[in-house]
Structure formats: structure tokens, C-alpha cells
T-cell receptor, first 113, second 111 residues
Framework: DVKVTQSSRYLVKRTGEKVFLECVQD?????MFWYRQDPGLGLRLIYF???????EKGDIPEGYSVSREKKERFSLILESASTNQTSMYLC????????????FGEGSRLTVL | SQQGEEDPQALSIQEGENATMNCSYK?????LQWYRQNSGRGLVHLIL?????REKHSGRLRVTLDTSKKSSSLLITASRAADTASYFC???????????FGTGTSLTVIP
């Protein structure tokens, strides 16, 4: 079975802290994505990576950065967390653009106080 | 933003009835997909329809696509309480590199 694992289901951080959200997939997928999900706004794309060390900004990259040093791992970094970054963060992966289907992790619910 | 929109935002039906959700999107697409999300969990892929297809079936699911109207519908027949979830449409750009999700329809199936 395919698996996308997000390191933490629930996190509570303080304003100004640096936050790392880790995502690992075991399917040798090329593409990986980070979304945030907020009520009434659906899923919004933060960053995606179509290969190792490659990254592209999505719709809402401000306040976030990403790292993809290895194919299986895609990290989302909040350099200085703010309360408006309180949200559900979802990681997804896909084999290649032509295969379409995204596989999602269970999500990381981040609360910034 | 290229984000799509689902309609209705919320839907409540009796078990055994059919549920229909609609999705509208804004730009040309390579394909359109539907996903399901149980409360507090990740999304699970249901079905994909390509831009040159008009209708597709998978079990109790039927999806239609009208590229001229930039819209799609998801029909769940003979609904069950276990179908209670949020349903999202997602569109892939023509390059296939970017993926955009709609705002979701929350479906409640009453036993």
C-alpha cells in the first residue's frame, strides 16, 4: 500500500518560533505538494516540488519555505510562525504529472499561539 | 487563483438517496479529479476524468465533465451513512504540474 507520512498530527507552537513539518513518501514519487486547508477556503497550494532539489511556488508561499534534499522527503518550514498560520497542513505526492492521482498524508494540525 | 468551487457547500440526504455535487473551475485543464475527506483526515482519490472524456463510472460513482462550461458533477447513487464526508474536485493544469482544489461539498447521509 502506498503511504505518505506526516511527522506530527498535532503541533502547538508560539509566535515567532521556527516550525518544521516533515513529509515522507515510500512510493518513489517524483512530485510532492504542500497544501493548507482552512474552513470555507478549501485546499490552497503552498509549494510543490517536481523532483529532488526542485521547487515551485503555489498560490500562497509567503511566510513558508520548503526543502527537498531527498526524493522521499519534502519539508515545509515556517521561519517565524504567526497566528494566521494556524491551519491544517496536508502533504501529497504523485508519481509523475501524467499519472494524475495524488496520495495524501493524514495532515498536521498546527496551532500558533 | 485557479481554485474551483463546489456546489452546494453542504448537502444532507437520507440513506438510499442519490447525492449530486457540482464543481466549476476557471482555466483549461488536463484532467479533473474527485477526492473524499473524512473529518480530520487526509484526502482520498475517488475518480479521474480526462479533458477528452465526458462521463466516467466507478462503482456507485458517476462523474460527468463539460469542458465548454468548465464544470463537472459527481453523482453518488444509493448513498450510505459511510459516505458522509467532504468531497472535493481538483483540476490539473495543462502542464500537469499544478493541482488546484475546490472549496468542497460537505455531505451528510442520515441513516
Amino acid at each position: 500500500d502506498v503511504k505518505v507520512t506526516q511527522s506530527s498530527r498535532y503541533l502547538v507552537k508560539r509566535t515567532g518560533e521556527k516550525v518544521f513539518l516533515e513529509c515522507v513518501q515510500d512510493m518513489d514519487h517524483e512530485n510532492m505538494f504542500w497544501y493548507r486547508q482552512d474552513p470555507g477556503l478549501g485546499l490552497r497550494l503552498i509549494y510543490f516540488s517536481y523532483d529532488v532539489k526542485m521547487k515551485e511556488k503555489g498560490d500562497i508561499p509567503e511566510g513558508y519555505s520548503v526543502s527537498r534534499e531527498k526524493k522521499e522527503r519534502f519539508s515545509l518550514i515556517l521561519e517565524s510562525a504567526s497566528t494566521n498560520q494556524t491551519s491544517m497542513y496536508l502533504c501529497a505526492s504523485r508519481r509523475t504529472p501524467n499519472t494524475g492521482e495524488l496520495f495524501f498524508g493524514e495532515g498536521s494540525r498546527l496551532t500558533v499561539l | 487563483s485557479q481554485q474551483g468551487e463546489e456546489d452546494p457547500q453542504a448537502l444532507s440526504i437520507q440513506e438510499g438517496e442519490n447525492a449530486t455535487m457540482n464543481c466549476s473551475y476557471k482555466t483549461s485543464i488536463n484532467n479533473l479529479q474527485w477526492y473524499r475527506q473524512n473529518s480530520g483526515r487526509g484526502l482520498v482519490h475517488l475518480i479521474l476524468i480526462r479533458s477528452n472524456e465526458r462521463e466516467k463510472h466507478s462503482g456507485r460513482l458517476r462523474v460527468t465533465l463539460d469542458t465548454s462550461k468548465k464544470s463537472s458533477s459527481l453523482l453518488i447513487t444509493a448513498s450510505r451513512a459511510a459516505d458522509t464526508a467532504s468531497y472535493f474536485c481538483a483540476t490539473a493544469s495543462n502542464t500537469g504540474n499544478q493541482f488546484y482544489f475546490g472549496t468542497g461539498t460537505s455531505l451528510t447521509v442520515i441513516p
